[in-house]
């Protein structure tokens, strides 16, 4: 009789997602990432949500767009990279969000879940996952901001958000690829490269409230850079695996399978 009564409570407007367990894991670059899970109660009516609201959103995204999606994946994204560079486009302005997941602003995500959805219980349930509370060592935190990761519902809310993002880009006419939270845009000059970053960095603040992270962003060229969602280990070295990969990537500039410099930082 347990699903009777969860029913009920949603129908009614009175379900109240549990808090969400904490977990840390190491990430590549070292540090950790905080994924916030689901009990399996929420991670069934996240996954339902996901289902009726994946169709609806997903049209409505970019061709720039390859994370988190269905028939979408990073080897798209490197194999539109790769046209970009070898079309002359051979810098590029490289943009990680700074701690996304965790600053997420939730009136500006919930604005943009609204253009699709008008149904007030959906979005009163999507606020109420937001806005669940975070186990961590029995203590239950407050939460006022971000969409944290582990639960079937997150990816799909990035992608809501940030698609303003990917329009601005398209109509600038920019050369792009996003994957979830990382973002690269392929221009002809160091000088545009320094402009775009520029721009972008302002306008996520103020349209998105997001910052970028300067430490991890920069305007190279790409050879220089070590996408993580090019390859796991890409932010630890610049090991042959790595170079070898940025060779399949960039091996025809300027022609004739050309390969690049091997040495760090060439």
């Given at each position: 009789m347990y699903w009777p009564r969860v029913k009920a409570a949603l129908l009614e407007g009175r379900y109240l997602p549990a808090a969400?367990?904490?977990?840390?894991?190491?990430?590549?670059?070292?540090?950790?990432?905080?994924?916030?899970?689901?009990?399996?109660?929420?991670?069934?009516i996240q996954q339902a949500l996901l289902q009726?609201?994946?169709?609806?959103?997903?049209?409505?995204?970019?061709?720039?767009?390859?994370?988190?999606r269905p028939g979408r994946n990073a080897h798209q994204a490197v194999r539109a990279a790769q046209r970009y560079v070898q079309e002359g486009r051979t810098w590029v302005v490289d943009i990680d969000l700074e701690k996304f997941f965790d600053r997420v602003n939730h009136d500006r995500l919930m604005s943009r879940v609204a253009r699709y959805v008008d149904d007030d219980r959906v979005l009163k349930r999507i606020w109420r996952y937001l806005e669940a509370g975070l186990m961590r060592d029995g203590v239950i935190q407050a939460r006022s901001m971000g969409t944290p990761q582990g639960g079937p519902l997150s990816p799909l809310l990035s992608n809501i958000l940030l698609t303003d993002w990917d329009r601005e880009r398209e109509k600038r006419g920019h050369a792009f690829c996003r994957y979830a939270d990382d973002g690269n845009i392929y221009v002809r000059s160091e000088t545009a490269a320094n402009r775009v970053m520029a721009s972008m960095t302002a306008s996520l603040e103020e349209r998105l409230s997001l910052r970028v992270n300067e430490a991890k962003s920069a305007s190279a060229r790409p050879w220089e850079r070590k996408f993580p969602w090019v390859h796991p280990d890409a932010a630890t070295s610049s090991s042959l695996v790595n170079r070898r990969m940025r060779n399949r990537m960039y091996g025809g500039v300027g022609g004739g399978g050309l390969l690049l410099p091997t040495r760090s930082g060439a």
């Amino acid at each position: 009789m347990y699903w009777p009564r969860v029913k009920a409570a949603l129908l009614e407007g009175r379900y109240l997602p549990a808090a969400v367990r904490a977990v840390a894991i190491p990430k590549p670059s070292g540090g950790e990432r905080t994924l916030g899970i689901p009990t399996v109660l929420g991670r069934l009516i996240q996954q339902a949500l996901l289902q009726i609201l994946q169709p609806i959103v997903e049209p409505t995204f970019t061709e720039s767009s390859y994370g988190f999606r269905p028939g979408r994946n990073a080897h798209q994204a490197v194999r539109a990279a790769q046209r970009y560079v070898q079309e002359g486009r051979t810098w590029v302005v490289d943009i990680d969000l700074e701690k996304f997941f965790d600053r997420v602003n939730h009136d500006r995500l919930m604005s943009r879940v609204a253009r699709y959805v008008d149904d007030d219980r959906v979005l009163k349930r999507i606020w109420r996952y937001l806005e669940a509370g975070l186990m961590r060592d029995g203590v239950i935190q407050a939460r006022s901001m971000g969409t944290p990761q582990g639960g079937p519902l997150s990816p799909l809310l990035s992608n809501i958000l940030l698609t303003d993002w990917d329009r601005e880009r398209e109509k600038r006419g920019h050369a792009f690829c996003r994957y979830a939270d990382d973002g690269n845009i392929y221009v002809r000059s160091e000088t545009a490269a320094n402009r775009v970053m520029a721009s972008m960095t302002a306008s996520l603040e103020e349209r998105l409230s997001l910052r970028v992270n300067e430490a991890k962003s920069a305007s190279a060229r790409p050879w220089e850079r070590k996408f993580p969602w090019v390859h796991p280990d890409a932010a630890t070295s610049s090991s042959l695996v790595n170079r070898r990969m940025r060779n399949r990537m960039y091996g025809g500039v300027g022609g004739g399978g050309l390969l690049l410099p091997t040495r760090s930082g060439a």
